[in-house]
C-alpha cells in the first residue's frame, strides 16, 4: 500500500506544479538551492543543520534516512517540534520552515571514518509548487573512535552487582547516563508538560522506573506513557522498555496564568544491551512556563485537528475574552442549562418553600427565589473553585448513600408538614428572643432559603456541562481563579433567573385565602415525596423505587377522589380531579404490576423481557441490536483494554456514567438505544467506567482525563491517541451524537 500512496502523492504534486499560477511561469529554483543543509558530527550523533528559503517549506513524514557506509548503523532521528499545516492533498501535516537541526544517533562497529549518510525528503513552495521525492547523499567525516575507556565507578551490571573493568570488559565504549539517556522537556499546552528520552543504539530504558516531579508552583498528575517493548531481565523478570525515543505527556495544574519559574527532575533506570545496568538516576531541567496568554488559542484548546470540543471552547471564552463577554456568555450558557433535567428538579422544591409560608406578596416571593438562586450561586462558585484546585469532583462526595437518604428524609418530612400531619416553626423560647428584633423572623426565613439553595446545588444538581467543565478547567489548569470563578458566578445566576420568575410570580398563581391553599400545600407535599424518591433512586434498588412511585400516584389518585362518588350535579372541576384521580391509580396499579416483574422505570414499566416472554410486539424489540459495553473499574484495565484496541486497530469510546447521574441516564434511555448510534458506533470498543462510588480507583481514572465527573465520554482513534478536542461533556441528542462519532471515525 505505501508504494501506491507514494505514486499518487508524486502524481498529484506534479499536476499541482503543472497547474501553478503566474508565479510558476518563471524558473523555479532547484531543490537543492532551495533546502540548503549542512552536516556535523560528534562521537554520539550526526547532525543536519538546515537553511531553508523563505517560501518553501519540509514536510517531516517525508523523511528518511539510511547508512550507506558497512560498519556504521543509524538510529531513530530527533526531529525538533514543526508546525501545523494544511494540505490540499495530504491533509494535516507537520512540517518545518527556516532553520532547524535534525540529530540521527549512530554506532560504529568498525574502524569507518566517515559514514555516507542517504537522505529522502520533500517539500514544496506556498505558491503552489511541489517537488518531487528527492533521494540525496551526503559524505560526513566521524570523530575519532573512543579507545579503551576506563570503567566507571557506580554502574551495575545486568546481575545487578557493581561492575569494574575486570567484571565488564564490554565498559570500553560505554556512555555516561546523561549521554545514553539524553532528558528534553517543553510545555505544549498551558496545562500539559512533554517530556522526551533520545536514547542511545543498545541502550534501553525501563518504562516502570520512570518517575516525575517538579518545583515551583505547578502540581503534576499522572503521566501518560506509550507502551514499551517486551523484555526479560534478570532482575526485574518481564518488563517493558524503551528503546530509540520516548516521549511521556505529563498533565499538570498551575497556581497562576502568568508565566512561573520551575524545575522539572525526572527519574530513570536503563541498561546497555549483553552489558551493564546503571543505578537509578535523576536528570533536572530549569524552565519557564510560559503565561496561559502565550499559547496559541488551537493549544489552550486542543492540540488535535478537528473540531474544538464545546468544552474548550467555553474555556476559550475565559482565558481570551473580556470581562462583559465573559460574563454574559456564561449568564446564557445557565440560562440553556436550566431548561435540562439537571436544573428543573429546583422548581418544585422553591415552590414548595413558597407555598409552606401560606400567602405571599410578589415581592416576598422574589425575595425568597433570589435568597435561593443566591445560596445556589455561592455553592457553584465557591465549591467549584475549590474542586477545581483540588483537582477533584466535590459534588461526588455529596453523593454518599447516608447524605442522600438524610437528604430525602428532609423532603418528606416537609411534605408531612404540607399535608398538615404538624407545623414546622421556631421553638418557643427561641422565638421570644427574636421578638424584640424587628424582621428578624423573615430574616431567618431567607437565611434557611439560601442553605436550602447551596445544599440542593450540590446535591440536586450533581451532572456536568461544557460551560461548568470549561470554567473548572480553567481554574485547575491555568490557576486563574479569578476569571474562572466569575464565569461560574454567572453560569449559576442564569440557572436560577426561571427562579426568580417562580418566585415572582408565586403571589398571583397561589391563592391567599380559603381552602384552596391547604389543597395546592398537599399538592405540593407530593411534588416533595416525589423528590424524595427520585433521590432515592441512586440508593435502593430500582424495583424498590418503582414500587414507591406505585405508592405515590395510586395514593395521589385516591386524593383526586377515584374513588369517591360524584354529587347529583358535580362542577366540570370535580370532574376533571375524579377522572385524574382514575388515571393514576389505574397508572399506579401498573408501575406496580412492572415492579413485580422486575422492572425499574417509572416511564417503562413492564421490562422489555417480560413482554418478550408474553409473546407480544415486545419480543421484536428485544431482539434489536443494543450496545454492549465494557466495565472498566482500574487505570490498569483501560490500559489494557486500549493495547487491546490498538493492536485489532479498533477506535475506542470511554463513557463515564454513575447511578447518581441525571444526564447519564438521558444518554442511556435516549442517546444509546438510537439505531443510528448503534451503528455509529460499530466500529468502536465500547468502555464503560461506573464512577458511583468515588472510590481511589474512580478518582484516578477521573483524574486520568481532566474530568469534574459524569458523564464525559472520551475518544481514542485506531491508533491508540486520545482525541481530546472530541470528548463529549453532558446529555448529547441522538442526531448530534451520531454525527460527532461519524466525523471521527471518517478521520
Request: net charge neutral.
Amino acid at each position: 500500500m505505501a508504494p501506491y500512496r507514494t505514486v499518487l502523492r508524486i502524481v498529484a504534486c506534479t499536476l499541482l506544479a503543472l497547474a501553478g499560477n503566474a508565479a510558476l511561469a518563471q524558473d523555479p529554483p532547484p531543490p537543492q538551492q532551495v533546502f540548503k543543509y549542512s552536516t556535523r558530527a560528534d562521537a554520539d550523533r550526526v547532525y543536519l543543520d538546515f537553511g531553508i528559503l523563505n517560501g518553501y517549506y519540509l514536510y517531516r513524514a517525508r523523511f528518511g534516512f539510511d547508512s550507506g557506509t558497512d560498519g556504521v548503523s543509524l538510529g531513530a532521528a530527533s526531529f525538533p517540534r514543526g508546525e501545523t499545516h494544511k494540505d490540499e492533498y495530504f491533509g494535516e501535516q507537520e512540517v518545518y520552515r527556516g532553520k532547524f537541526t535534525i540529530a540521527i544517533p549512530y554506532k560504529r562497529t568498525g574502524a569507518a571514518s566517515a559514514v555516507d549518510l542517504k537522505l529522502r525528503l520533500q517539500g514544496c513552495a506556498d505558491f503552489g509548487l511541489c517537488y518531487l521525492p528527492q533521494d540525496w547523499t551526503a559524505k560526513i567525516a566521524l570523530p575519532p573512535g573512543a579507545a579503551g575507556a576506563a570503567a566507571r565507578p557506580g554502574l551495575l551490571d545486568i546481575g545487578g552487582t557493581p561492575t569494574t573493568a575486570a567484571t565488564s570488559p564490554a565498559t570500553d565504549d560505554l556512555l555516561p547516563a546523561d549521554q545514553a539517556f539524553v532528558m528534553n522537556a517543553r510545555f505544549d499546552k498551558p496545562n500539559e508538560l512533554t517530556v522526551a528520552w533520545q536514547i542511545a543504539p543498545g541502550y534501553y530504558l525501563y518504562r516502570d522506573k520512570l518517575t516525575f516531579s517538579a518545583t515551583g508552583k505547578i502540581e503534576l498528575g499522572a503521566a501518560r506513557l506509550p507502551d514499551g517493548k517486551p523484555h526479560t531481565d534478570d532482575n526485574f523478570g518481564a518488563v517493558q522498555v524503551f528503546r530509540d525515543f520516548v516521549e511521556a505527556k505529563v498533565p499538570f495544574s498551575r497556581a497562576s496564568p502568568g508565566a512561573l519559574d520551575v524545575v522539572i527532575t525526572a527519574g530513570f533506570q536503563g541498561c546497555k544491551d549483553n552489558s551493564i545496568c546503571y543505578p537509578p538516576g535523576e536528570q533536572t531541567m530549569p524552565m519557564v512556563l510560559p503565561a496561559t496568554s502565550e499559547f496559541p488559542a488551537s493549544a489552550t484548546a486542543s492540540g488535535a485537528p478537528g473540531p474544538v470540543s464545546e468544552q474548550d471552547q467555553w474555556a476559550a471564552r475565559i482565558i481570551t475574552g473580556s470581562w462583559f463577554s465573559l460574563l454574559g456568555w456564561f449568564y446564557l450558557g445557565g440560562l440553556a442549562l436550566s431548561l435540562t433535567p439537571c436544573v428543573l428538579p429546583m422548581v418544585p422544591i422553591l415552590s414548595s418553600i413558597i407555598a409552606g409560608q401560606g400567602a405571599v406578596s410578589t415581592r416576598r416571593g422574589f425575595l425568597l427565589s433570589l435568597s435561593y438562586v443566591l445560596g445556589m450561586a455561592a455553592t457553584y462558585t465557591s465549591a467549584g473553585a475549590l474542586a477545581a484546585l483540588a483537582g477533584g469532583q466535590i459534588q461526588a462526595l455529596f453523593q454518599k448513600p447516608w447524605i442522600i437518604t438524610l437528604f430525602a428524609g428532609l423532603f418528606a418530612v416537609l411534605a408531612l408538614s404540607m399535608f398538615g400531619l404538624f407545623e414546622l416553626q421556631m421553638p418557643t423560647a427561641l422565638q421570644t428572643r427574636l421578638a424584640n428584633l424587628a424582621n428578624r423572623q423573615k430574616a431567618g426565613t431567607f437565611l434557611g432559603t439560601a442553605v436550602i439553595g447551596a445544599l440542593t446545588a450540590l446535591i440536586v444538581t450533581t451532572c456536568v456541562a461544557p460551560p461548568l467543565v470549561g470554567a473548572l478547567a480553567v481554574i485547575g489548569q491555568t490557576g486563574d481563579v479569578a476569571r474562572g470563578s466569575g464565569a461560574l458566578f454567572a453560569l449559576s445566576i442564569g440557572m436560577g433567573s426561571p427562579l426568580l420568575l417562580v418566585g415572582a410570580s408565586a403571589g398571583q398563581l397561589l391563592p391567599r385565602v380559603g381552602p384552596w391553599m391547604n389543597t395546592v400545600k398537599a399538592a405540593f407535599g407530593v411534588l416533595m415525596l416525589g423528590m424524595a424518591i427520585w433521590m432515592m433512586e441512586r440508593v435502593l434498588p430500582g424495583s424498590v423505587t418503582l414500587v414507591l412511585w406505585s405508592l405515590l400516584v395510586f395514593l395521589t389518585g385516591v386524593f383526586l377522589g377515584a374513588f369517591e362518588a360524584l354529587p347529583a350535579n358535580p362542577s366540570p372541576m370535580r370532574r376533571l380531579a375524579k377522572g385524574f384521580g382514575v388515571l393514576a391509580c389505574l397508572y399506579g396499579s401498573l408501575l406496580l404490576i412492572g415492579a413485580t416483574l422486575g422492572g425499574e422505570d417509572p416511564l417503562r414499566p413492564i421490562p422489555q423481557a417480560a413482554l418478550a416472554r408474553a409473546g407480544t410486539g415486545g419480543a421484536v424489540a428485544a431482539t434489536r441490536p443494543a450496545l454492549e459495553f465494557r466495565p472498566i473499574e482500574t487505570v490498569a484495565a483501560l490500559d489494557q483494554a486500549l493495547t487491546e484496541a490498538r493492536a485489532a486497530h479498533q477506535p475506542v469510546m470511554l463513557d463515564f456514567t454513575a447511578d447518581w447521574c441525571i444526564s447519564c441516564k438521558e444518554m442511556e434511555h435516549n442517546t444509546f438505544p438510537d439505531q443510528g448510534v448503534i451503528g455509529a458506533l460499530k466500529p468502536f470498543m465500547l468502555l464503560r467506567a461506573d464512577v458511583t462510588a468515588n472510590d481511589k480507583d474512580d478518582q484516578a481514572l477521573l483524574q486520568r482525563f481532566h474530568s469534574f465527573g459524569p458523564p464525559t465520554i472520551a475518544f481514542f482513534d485506531a491508533g491508540g491517541t486520545e482525541r481530546e478536542n472530541f470528548k463529549l461533556v453532558g446529555f448529547v441528542p441522538p442526531a448530534e451524537f451520531t454525527k460527532h462519532v461519524t466525523t471521527l471515525a471518517a478521520l
